[in-house]
């Protein structure tokens, strides 16, 4: 099977509902993004290794996705009781992330080198260790979040043909920026 097709064989296994491969160079990246970070409305500004500062500049981190000619596009969409409560859309957030990484790990030796860009910032240990003032235990399996890479996530939407903004529901996004083998 071309690797195109196992990514999305096994996305589809993994429960995600949509999911697509584009070319990169179909992504808007929007630089200014990254001014709604400073305004640490998450908390996790300078607060978390995978987000800005500390995960570099805005055209740095896009430069690296640009790097790799497709990606694979992840979307999960889930029944959310209170859109505005914030624990319950964390632990949805958190549940497609593991969803991702489950889809990173059974095609990483398929794959040549690859970027993920995740819904929200780094989850692996409460607290990050930034807010620790310690050095990250696991630098290989941070990942930043879209917002930091600075990616127009509504345009992405439009460009695949799937929901944004999804009523009485929740949508969330993952990019695998890749390469073949
Ligand atoms: S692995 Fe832990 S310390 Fe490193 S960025 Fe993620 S949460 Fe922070």
Known sequence: MRLEETLLQTAKELGFDNYQVIDTAALH????FRMYCETNYCGNYDNNYSCPPACGEAKELGDKARAFERALVLQTITPVKDITNDSETKEIK?????MTWSLIES?????GEYL????GPCQICSPCAKELGKDC???????SCL???CVKVD???EYCKI???????????SILFFQQK
């Open 107 to 111: 095609v990483a030796g398929e794959v």
């Open 147 to 149: 917002s930091a890479f």
């Open 163 to 173: 929901p944004y903004y999804c009523e009485g529901e929740v949508a969330f996004f």
């Open 29 to 32: 990246f929007d630089e200014r």
């Open 155 to 157: 345009a992405l939407a």
């Open 137 to 143: 235990p696991f630098p290989q399996k941070r990942a």
């Open 94 to 98: 958190r549940r497609h992330n593991q």
């Open 116 to 119: 993920p860009a995740m819904a």
